[in-house]
């Protein structure tokens, strides 16, 4: 049977490509703010990071109502980093609006994310979005989507999905180029045309796929699911069982159930199949468990989240300024917080070490990490982390594999020698460059992931801002060999102190100083970077020697080049394999891992 008043659409997008700003205006048009409210602009986005960053992290779920069927909406994220989050909720949705640039046209997410879509043969509807920016090309951009469903194997149905033109920030969509433009009602219409109506036996037991799940501190763990089957009810009896687990079978009681309505959750008794729902009180209900009635305790089949390929040592910070600046400093404080964040992300892995100082945690990639650091770094978490590192795995033969990303760069034409060597020597493999009308080239290479780590400042630094670089995880390939990361040395703090002008500019002449006067410093901290390849130790602290004699050209100033202060970021990319990053509520300091200068050279020699 199927449900004609209720509709469920996932929005999947690049980066960038207008996904969230698309769902703002289908919130306003359909009613879901007061005519005289005052709205956040990208409203979906309520994350701090999401919000400062421009990026979406975490799926959200929306609801509107238009013409008496209510859209489920589900706003999904656009980088790789944050993959996991999209191939999950397309187990919710009947069917998908594919988001595009009018400009760039489909980018290497474009195709992740409809290739997971086509997949689970859902239907498509694509909306070409920026219509209205001076360089778009709407009409290339639709052969450009024709092909790249063609080069994915699109069934004939999927082949003649809908096509729409809009502009998210002006409001609009039209279904032919030359229409006039007035509001979003031709998606609206085009959505109850093309997205099957969720079907299921509404009579059977129930069975409910939980799909997301959300964290609230106040009632915990909150499963957010499709009813597949039946109807589920406040206080009635069910099972908890996994596809992937048969052991998993332990009985509940469903204490609280909510729908989605506009940017609310608001409670409802019962729902029944096709809709969406969140339920709370399961204290252990995971990704991929079937909530079903303890007559048929039948788990539904859900799609494996790809694995993590890049790990860090996340340890307890035992500088000699640890505990000065933040609140949570003990390896039980890091451990709690590291595993509460599995709570909501899956792509995530965390390890207990050898040590119970340090924990290997494990991502999808550099930003996914860094994310997580800043999130605790707000929290007032104070830690230290190790140089990124890829995941290995072994064949049959026992042959090392790593894993490989496919990189897709956009640069002017000068740059492009240069963005070829860099990648070349990181044991990147150039497949294909095709020269643009507009004085760009198009440039795709097959590259291991450990050779972008570390890479992307130095891209933009090349590029002067202007390239763009996307990748996206593309299988383990044999091991290409050793990579070296960086070419400059570091520029080691001698002895503990505050560093002095004095101390600084004498300093500065071997190289770029991440520091100012004032600051305070410990042996074995890195103060700056060595214009060449070895390590320096440098005392920034010296003072003056004062003598009796005074000279006219002595106490004029001396001029000092302002500090580089580096970002997150930037510091994660700097750090080399024997350096940890020191994190702390205000601070980041880069540091050798051992202090000491002479244990430090005893450990380079052997």
Do not use: W
């Amino acid at each position: 049977m199927k449900r004609e008043d209720i509709r469920n659409v996932a929005i999947i997008a690049h980066v960038d490509h207008g996904k969230t700003t698309l769902v703002d205006e289908l919130l306003k048009q359909s009613g879901v703010f007061r005519a005289n409210q005052e709205v956040a602009e990208r409203v979906m986005d309520s994350g701090d990071i999401e919000r400062e960053r421009g990026i979406t992290i975490l799926s959200k779920n929306t609801a509107v109502t238009y013409k008496g069927t209510k859209i489920n909406i589900i706003d999904t994220p656009g980088h790789a980093d944050f993959g996991g989050e999209v191939e999950r909720v397309l187990k919710m949705v009947n069917g998908v609006i594919l988001v595009v640039d009018a400009f760039e046209g489909p980018m290497p997410q474009t195709k992740f994310v409809l290739k997971k879509a086509l997949d689970l043969n859902l239907d498509v509807i694509v909306c070409v979005n920026k219509i209205d920016r001076p360089e778009a090309r709407p009409e290339d951009v639709v052969d450009e989507v024709l092909e790249l469903l063609m080069d994915l194997d699109a069934t004939d149905e999927q082949l003649e999905c809908p096509f729409l033109f809009a502009s998210a920030k002006a409001g609009y969509a039209v279904r032919e180029l030359t229409d006039e433009p007035k509001n979003m009602e031709p998606l609206f219409e085009t959505i109850l045309e093309h997205i099957p109506a969720p079907d299921g036996d509404p009579d059977a037991g129930t069975q409910v796929l939980i799909s997301t799940i959300d964290y609230n501190e106040y009632v915990g763990r909150i499963g957010v699911g499709k009813v597949d089957n039946g109807t589920i009810r406040v206080n009635q009896d069910a099972v908890v069982v996994n596809h992937y687990n048969p052991e998993k079978c332990h009985k509940v009681k469903i204490s609280k159930l909510y729908e989605f309505d506009g940017l609310n959750k608001v409670d409802v008794a019962e729902a029944t199949i096709g809709s969406i729902v969140a339920i709370s009180g399961i204290a252990d209900i995971h990704i991929g468990d079937t909530l079903c009635s303890p007559e048929h305790p039948t788990p539904i089949p859900f799609q494996k989240i790809s694995e993590p390929t890049i790990s860090m040592q996340f340890m307890v910070n035992d500088s000699p300024m640890a505990g000065q600046e933040g609140k949570y400093v003990t390896s039980r404080h890091l451990r709690d917080r590291l595993f509460r964040e599995l709570n909501t992300d899956v792509s995530l892995r965390v390890e207990e070490t050898d040590t119970t100082e340090a924990f290997k945690v494990s991502g999808r990639g550099e930003l996914h990490l860094s994310v997580l650091i800043e999130n605790m770094r707000r929290e007032g978490y104070e830690f230290a982390v190790s140089k990124a590192e890829v995941l290995y795995k072994t064949d049959l033969k026992g042959k090392r594999l790593e894993p490989m990303e496919l990189a897709y760069v956009e640069v002017d034409d000068e740059f492009a020698g240069t963005v070829i060597q860099k990648l070349s020597e990181r044991k990147g493999e150039l497949i294909n460059m095709v020269s643009g009308n507009s004085g760009s080239t198009h440039l795709e290479f097959s590259i291991p992931a450990r050779g972008l780590i570390g890479y992307r400042g130095e891209f933009l630094t090349d590029t002067k801002g202007t390239g763009v670089l996307n990748t996206i995880f593309d299988d383990y390939g044999p091991y290409k060999g050793d990579i070296s990361y960086r070419k400059q040395g570091s520029l080691i703090a001698f002895e503990a102190g505050e560093a002095i002008t004095y101390g600084l500019f004498n300093a500065q002449e071997r190289g770029a100083l991440f520091i100012g006067p004032g600051e305070k410093v410990y042996a074995g901290m890195v103060v700056g970077q060595n214009g060449k390849a070895e390590d320096i130790e440098l005392n920034v602290c010296k003072t003056k020697k004062l003598t009796n004699t005074r000279s006219s050209s002595a106490d004029e100033a001396l001029k000092l080049t302002p500090p580089k202060i580096l970002s997150l970021e930037q510091c994660l990319e700097f750090i080399d394999t024997d350096e940890l990053l020191e994190i702390t509520p205000k601070s980041l300091r880069i540091r050798k891992k051992i202090l000491d200068p002479t244990l430090r050279k005893r450990a380079a020699m052997r």
